[in-house]
Nanobody, 127 residues
């Protein structure tokens, strides 16, 4: 059983930065893809970024490209989402998710590809 715990959310003014953390137990190496999703008020859940294991290849949705960065810390079984130049439209509940089994070693931002989810951490950006 894989468990994910997010932290690092909070409130920030537009233009500010936050770093979210996702700790995976028992080990990051149980996963093949780690992704971040978000769900704003009244919106559907949106996949915004992923990193594969062990090659650490990343992909970002257009909505966050150039502003958000995933980084690894395998010794801590963690993935971080560094968020910069935050905008009010980034306000959402942010979730990390893990895929254990993937097809053709390809990660995606499809929700259905991810078997394990964290509890979420709230990010609020004020103008």
């Amino acid at each position: 059983l894989v468990q994910l715990v997010e932290s690092g959310g909070g409130s920030v003014q537009a233009g500010g930065s936050l770093r979210l953390s996702c700790v995976v137990s028992p080990s990051i190496y149980y996963t093949r893809c780690m992704a971040w999703f978000r769900q704003g008020p009244g919106e559907e859940r949106e996949g915004i970024a992923f990193m594969n294991t062990p090659y650490e290849k990343t992909y970002y949705a257009d909505s966050v490209k150039g502003r958000f960065t995933i980084s690894p810390d395998n010794a801590k079984n963690s993935r971080y989402l560094q968020m910069t130049e935050l905008r009010p439209e980034d306000t959402a509940m942010y979730y990390c998710a893990a895929a254990i089994q993937i097809t053709d070693n390809i990660c995606t931002l499809e929700e259905s590809a991810y078997e394990y989810w964290g509890q979420g951490t709230q990010v609020t950006v004020s103008s």
